[in-house]
Structures are given as structure tokens and as C-alpha cells.
């Protein structure tokens, strides 16, 4: 699977932003999408992640309730929909695949995509 991530940006505290991720090369069914952050001088984290059979999503404490992972199947598509950002949010954001079911730790993921940078201005 190759995945391909756009949407990063500079965006105001408390303003939202939408991620984009599109893959390719193989079908994605039985495949748990997902999306990881890692801020400068820290290791890479979950955020979110998504299964592309059934839509069913799990989301990082520190996320829930202010981003929304989804899916557009015919697309092959995820995007990550983030609200109410702040300062702490700033982070290169990856999206990453896996066959099978939902994993947190990033090394159960072995396909990624580049990163794309978001910035959290004050």
C-alpha cells in the first residue's frame, strides 16, 4: 500500500483543519487506517485510526472529542477532520495502514506515508 498524506498547514489556535490520506497499490479491505503525530524532540503517537470495513474508530485520549477520522471508500481515502487546536497539537502528522485489526503501538503499522507538517500558531 502507498499512501499519500496532504492537508498540513499553519492554523491558528482554536481554528480546524483537515488531513487528507489516499492510498494505492492494493485494496484496503480488512486494513485498519490510522493516524499518528510526533512533535518536536518526542516520539511518534497515536491519534486516531479508523477500520475500513466496518468504519469502527478509536481516537488518542488527548484527540478525543476535538478530531473525527472517516473514510470515503471510492476514493480510498481517509481524512482526519481537527478542531479546537492548540499549541499542543503542533506535530509532523502520519498516516500509516496495517492489515487486521486496530493496533496503538506504531510498529504493529507497516505501511506510512510522509509526513505533513501542522503548525498551531498562538
Known amino acids: 500500500v502507498q499512501l499519500q498524506a496532504s492537508g498540513g498547514g499553519v492554523v491558528q489556535a482554536g481554528g480546524s483543519l483537515t488531513l487528507s490520506c489516499t492510498a494505492s497499490?492494493?485494496?484496503?479491505?480488512?486494513?485498519?487506517m490510522a493516524w499518528f503525530r510526533q512533535a518536536p524532540g518526542k516520539e511518534r503517537e497515536f491519534v486516531a485510526f479508523?477500520?475500513?470495513?466496518?468504519?469502527?474508530?478509536g481516537y488518542a485520549d488527548s484527540v478525543k472529542d476535538r478530531f473525527v477520522i472517516s473514510r470515503d471508500i471510492g476514493e480510498s481515502t481517509v481524512h482526519l477532520r481537527m478542531g479546537s487546536l492548540s499549541l499542543e497539537d503542533t506535530a509532523v502528522y502520519f498516516c500509516?495502514?496495517?492489515?487486521?485489526?486496530?493496533?496503538?503501538?506504531?510498529?504493529?503499522?507497516?505501511?506510512w506515508g510522509r509526513g505533513t507538517l501542522v503548525t498551531v500558531s498562538s
Open positions: 479508523i477500520m475500513w470495513n466496518d468504519g469502527d474508530t
Open positions: 497499490g492494493r485494496s484496503l479491505s480488512g486494513h485498519t
Open positions: 500509516a495502514a496495517r492489515g487486521g485489526w486496530p493496533k496503538l503501538e506504531r510498529d504493529e503499522y507497516n505501511f
